[in-house]
C-alpha cells in the first residue's frame, strides 16, 4: 500500500495550492521541495533596518482574483502601487512620441494575438521573425516590441516561437495594469502563510532526484530515500522537471514537450532611498529605457520604505549575470540618476537578486518554447500520464507566468486527481 495518496513536487504556488486543495479534499498529501523554503520564483529578503521585500515574484492586479482571494484568506494587505506624475524616457524622448509609441505597441500586439495559427504562412516562425514582416510598422514600434519581449518574456524575439508567444499573450487577459499592486507585507509572506496550512506535510531541503512509474503506484526517491504515491504532482517549470529521471521512460511526446522549453532570463533589482525624492518633481518613478532593451523600473514604495524596482530582462540580463553585482548596481543607480535625478545616485539599500542560472528554477519569470516546431508541447504536458501530472504556472489557462497563473495551475492539478473511494 503506497505511503500517501499524492506527492507533491515543489512548494510554489502552484504546489501549495495543489497540496491545500487535495488536503481539503481529505487526500493523504506530502509537499517535498528542493529549496529550504518554501515559494519558488516568489522569495524574500530582509533590509538591514529589519524592512522585509519581494525579490521574486511581487506584483498583481484586479483581474489576478485568484491571487486576491487567497491573498485576502489569509489576512495579506495589498498596496496600490504609486503612479501618479509623468512617466520617465530613457533616453529622453517628448511624452507625445512615448505615448504614441505606447499606443503603437498595443496596436502590434493586439495584431500577434490575432494571428491565425492554423495558416501555413506562420508556421515554424520565430517572434523575431514575425517582427520583421511588420514593415507597416514605425521602426520605433516594432522595436517597442522587441523590448516588451525582452523585459516580459525574458528571452530575445529570435528565441521564442511565434505560436507559443500567441498562445500565451492571449491568456493574459488583465484590463488593470499588471503591476497595480502588492502586498505589503511581501507575497512570500503569503507563501510562508499557504504553507503553514501544510504543517508537517511540508518537507524542505528534500529534493526530488528520481520517479519509479509503477502499475499502482508511484516511487519518488528524495536523496535516497524512497516515498509512495498513489499519483504524483510535479509542480515545477518544465525544465527543471525534465532534469528528474522517470522510469520507465516517458513517451517519446511527453519527452518532446519537456525539451521544447528554455528559461527566462531576469534580474531584479530593489533601490532604497530616504525619500521618494521622484515624486516633488512630478515624476511617477516609472521609467522605459528603449537603449539599453529589456529594463523597466517603477516605484515600489509602501509604508517608511521609499524604493524603485527595477527589472533586467532577456538578453540584458544574461550579459550582467556575467559581470560583479556591483556594477551593476553602478550602472542602475547612474540611470535612475540621470533620469529621477541626483538623490537616484545615493541609494540606502541596494538589493539585487539574479534568477539566470538558479539552481531550482534556472531562470525566471518564466520558461518559454524554443522549439518551433513544438505546437502541442502545452497540451501534452496537461495530459501527463494516469498516475502523473505536470502543473506550473507556464501551463495555466490564464494568467500563464504571473502567480496567478500558477495559483490556477494548482487548482486544475488538484481537480485532475481521483477522491477516495469511501
Not at 530575445?156 to 488583465?174: G, M
Request: net charge negative; hydrophobic share 40%.
Amino acid at each position: 500500500m503506497a505511503d500517501h495518496d499524492v506527492i507533491v513536487i515543489g512548494a510554489g504556488f502552484t504546489g501549495l495550492t495543489a497540496a491545500t486543495d487535495l488536503m481539503a479534499a481529505g487526500l493523504d498529501v506530502i509537499v517535498v521541495e528542493a529549496r529550504n523554503r518554501v515559494g519558488g520564483r516568489v522569495e524574500s529578503e530582509y533590509l538591514s533596518n529589519g524592512t522585509r521585500i519581494d525579490t521574486g515574484g511581487q506584483f498583481l492586479c484586479r483581474d489576478m482574483t485568484h491571487l486576491l482571494e487567497t491573498a485576502e484568506r489569509h489576512g495579506a494587505h495589498t498596496v496600490f502601487s504609486y503612479v501618479d506624475g509623468e512617466q520617465s524616457y530613457r533616453p529622453a524622448i517628448p511624452h507625445e512620441q512615448g505615448d504614441a509609441i505606447w499606443d503603437g505597441l498595443e496596436q502590434l500586439r493586439e495584431r500577434m494575438r490575432s494571428v491565425d495559427l492554423t495558416d501555413p504562412a506562420f508556421t515554424g516562425l520565430t517572434v523575431g521573425q514575425w517582427i520583421d514582416r511588420q514593415t507597416d510598422m514605425s521602426s520605433d514600434v516594432t522595436a517597442s516590441f522587441r523590448r516588451l519581449v525582452k523585459g516580459l518574456w525574458c528571452r530575445a524575439p529570435e528565441d521564442v516561437a511565434l505560436a507559443y508567444l500567441v498562445s500565451n499573450d492571449r491568456r493574459i487577459t488583465n484590463i488593470y495594469p499588471e503591476l497595480e499592486m502588492f502586498l505589503g507585507d511581501t507575497m512570500h509572506a503569503l507563501a510562508d502563510r499557504l504553507a503553514a496550512g501544510l504543517g508537517d506535510r511540508l518537507r524542505l531541503s528534500a529534493p526530488a532526484t528520481s520517479i519509479t512509474i509503477m502499475e499502482d503506484e508511484v516511487e519518488v526517491d528524495i536523496e535516497g530515500r524512497a516515498l509512495t504515491a498513489g499519483h504524483v504532482i510535479i509542480a515545477v517549470p518544465p525544465v527543471m522537471a525534465r532534469r528528474i529521471e522517470i522510469s520507465p521512460p516517458l513517451p517519446a511526446e511527453l519527452e518532446r514537450a519537456l525539451a521544447a522549453w528554455e528559461p527566462g532570463c531576469a534580474i531584479k533589482l530593489q533601490i532604497g532611498y530616504r525619500t521618494p525624492f521622484w515624486r516633488n518633481k512630478g515624476l511617477s518613478g516609472s521609467v522605459m529605457w528603449s537603449d539599453p532593451q529589456g529594463i523597466y523600473a517603477c516605484d515600489a514604495s509602501h509604508d517608511d520604505y521609499f524604493g524603485i524596482v527595477v527589472f533586467l530582462g532577456g538578453p540584458l540580463a544574461s550579459d550582467w549575470h556575467k559581470r560583479p553585482q556591483g556594477e551593476l548596481a553602478n550602472f542602475v543607480t547612474s540611470e535612475l540618476g540621470a533620469t529621477l535625478g541626483g538623490s537616484g545616485h545615493e541609494p540606502v539599500s541596494v538589493c539585487i537578486r539574479d534568477w539566470v542560472n538558479d539552481a531550482w528554477s534556472d531562470g525566471a519569470y518564466s520558461d518559454v518554447i524554443t522549439d518551433l516546431e513544438a505546437t502541442d508541447a502545452e497540451a501534452v504536458l496537461l495530459e501527463g500520464l494516469p498516475r502523473l501530472r505536470f502543473a506550473c504556472s507556464e501551463l495555466s489557462p490564464s494568467f500563464p507566468g504571473y502567480i496567478e497563473g500558477a495559483i490556477v495551475a494548482g487548482k486544475q492539478a488538484a481537480r485532475s486527481i481521483p477522491r477516495r473511494r469511501e
